[in-house]
Each structure stands twice: as structure tokens, then as C-alpha cells.
């Protein structure tokens, strides 16, 4: 009964997006997606097989997102939802709850890999969900999409594991060019310092140091202290860090204000790490997100 409640919802939800001059999703399995980050790589994988909704904007923090009704209504109703886990979409969890009550099948991403605890700041020994930093990571959640999206009706598995197999060549590819640059980099040089936590998972594949993070905790909603920053600006002294990044999704006030308070030649340069751009932008898929950091990672840290 919940379920044909959340199929009806979505249906409205559809004849009001039809009134108002937008399109409706077209007919066919449809899977909802919670980051834009997986929406692409779920994209990727499914090959067109289906309508892939994703429900985060580009430019979005996902700590901090929030849906419409009409998206909650599509939660329930999809054929698949795909979400993040391990703390990430922390304004969405009841969505989530609500959309498995009503028989929703569900695919939580940080269910499939190895985690990652935060190893310093205030969340130091949580699960980190930032797992995408790591190509590597990825394989296993292309195998879990593919694998939960070989069980929908209407599916071609035969198409389908021919476009989750191009994805992963593609995810190799990306993987090799990734190790080469940073193995240029002298090992002294990996030390990383960024407005937020999330570079755990690329520091543990690629020997980097973790040495700080301008927000202390594991999410975006989190506030830095002036001894937060006094302590952090000490250790980038003594790491004699060269850049620190700032996200994309975030304002970079206070890393610029970090980097003041060092005291030293500090650059500030911009990641794309939580969120994808637009079609026009610098990161408009997770390839292209992970390219473009890895160049200006190296360009920043580079003797």
C-alpha cells in the first residue's frame, strides 16, 4: 500500500512538471540518485537504459542539500535508489528511510567499499564518506550499480555489462594517469591541507599526508575555533605546505584567512571534490572532476 501511495505521489508529481512546461521523465526503469557524483557514474554504467534522476545540483554541498516534495515523491516510486551513505547526506536520511519503508530497493554506496576512518581533526576514527577521492574505490561501486541494476525488469543485462565494462576501462585509465603524477611528486610534498575533510581515501592509495583541514570535523556544517586555526596554521608551518585547497562547493573566507595567519608564501588553489559543475564547467563529470584536481593538486604542491 505504501508503495502504490509513493507511485501515486510521483505521478502527480509528473502531471504538475507537465503543466508547468517541463518535461517529465521519460517512461522506463527509473533510478534515483542522491549525489551528482554517483548520478554520473550511475549514468555511466547504465548506458541509457534507463532515467537516471539525480537529486544534488551542480555547485551543491551534499552535507547540507535539501529536496522538494516532488523529489521525495520520486525517491519512493524509483525503481532504484542509489545514495552515498556513511554519514554524507545528512539532511536526507529520513527521505531515504521513508523511500526503503515503501519498498523502494536501495544501493548505499558505503555499504560496498572499505572504509576509511578520518585519521585526524575532530571526527578522527569515523567512517569517512569521501571514497570517490580514490578511483580505486570506484570499481566496487560500478560492480554494486551493476549488479543491482541487472535485477530491474525491463533491463538488458547484456547491454549492460557492456557499458559498465567501457566505464571501468575508463576508471583505469583515469586510475594510471592519477598514480603516474602523483609518484612525480617528492614524497615530502604530500601534505595536504584543505577547508574540509575529504581527501582520506586518496591520501591512503597515494601516500599522501593528511596534514589538516581549516573545518575540524567530518562534515561542512562544522565551524572552525581561532585555536582550530592557530593549531592549524603551526602544523602548516612546520610542513612548509606550499597550497592549500579549497573546495569548489565551498567559500575559500577563511582558507584564504588561514593562509594569511601562516604566515608564510601559502597559494590557495580550487578542487572540485564534493560536486560536479555544469555542462560548461571544469568538472561536468566525475572523470573530468577527478582530471582537473589531480593536475592542479600537482601544479600546487610541485617543488
Not at 217 to 238: H, N, V
Not at 252 to 274: I, M, N, P, S
Amino acid at each position: 500500500m505504501r508503495r502504490l501511495l509513493w507511485l501515486a505521489a510521483a505521478a502527480v508529481a509528473a502531471l504538475i512538471m507537465a503543466g508547468c512546461g517541463q518535461p517529465a521523465p521519460s517512461q522506463g526503469p527509473q533510478i534515483v540518485v542522491t549525489t551528482n557524483i554517483l548520478g554520473d557514474v550511475t549514468r555511466q554504467v547504465l548506458g541509457g537504459q534507463a532515467t537516471v534522476i539525480t537529486l544534488m545540483q551542480p555547485g551543491s554541498d551534499p552535507h547540507s542539500f535539501d529536496i522538494s516534495a516532488q523529489q521525495a515523491a520520486q525517491l519512493g516510486a524509483a525503481d532504484l535508489v542509489v545514495s552515498n551513505g556513511l554519514g554524507l547526506e545528512e539532511g536526507l536520511q529520513q527521505n531515504l528511510d521513508r523511500a526503503a519503508a515503501a519498498g523502494a530497493p536501495l544501493l548505499v554506496a558505503g555499504d560496498m567499499i572499505d572504509v576509511v576512518p578520518y585519521s585526524v581533526g575532530d571526527a578522527e576514527g569515523a567512517p569517512d564518506p569521501h571514497f570517490w577521492t580514490d578511483p580505486g574505490a570506484m570499481f566496487t561501486i560500478v560492480d554494486a550499480i551493476e549488479a543491482a541494476a541487472g535485477r530491474i525488469a525491463g533491463i538488458d543485462t547484456g547491454k549492460l555489462a557492456a557499458s559498465a565494462s567501457a566505464y571501468r576501462a575508463q576508471l583505469a585509465e583515469l586510475d594510471s594517469e592519477m598514480t603516474a603524477a602523483f609518484a612525480a611528486l617528492p614524497r615530502e610534498r604530500r601534505a595536504l591541507v584543505t577547508n574540509h575533510h575529504v581527501f582520506g581515501y586518496l591520501a591512503e592509495r597515494f601516500d599522501f599526508r593528511v596534514v589538516g583541514a581549516v573545518i575540524p570535523g567530518g562534515t561542512t556544517l562544522a565551524a572552525p575555533s581561532a585555536a582550530d586555526l592557530r593549531q592549524l596554521s603551526e602544523a602548516i608551518t612546520r610542513a612548509g605546505v606550499p597550497t592549500i585547497f579549497a573546495e569548489s562547493s565551498q567559500p575559500d573566507r577563511l582558507v584564504q584567512v588561514l593562509a594569511k595567519e601562516a604566515g608564510v608564501d601559502v597559494q590557495v588553489r580550487e578542487l572540485f571534490t564534493e560536486s560536479l559543475t555544469g555542462p560548461d564547467g571544469e568538472a561536468p563529470t566525475y572523470i573530468d572532476m577527478m582530471r582537473t584536481n589531480t593536475q592542479r593538486i600537482v601544479q600546487g604542491l610541485a617543488p
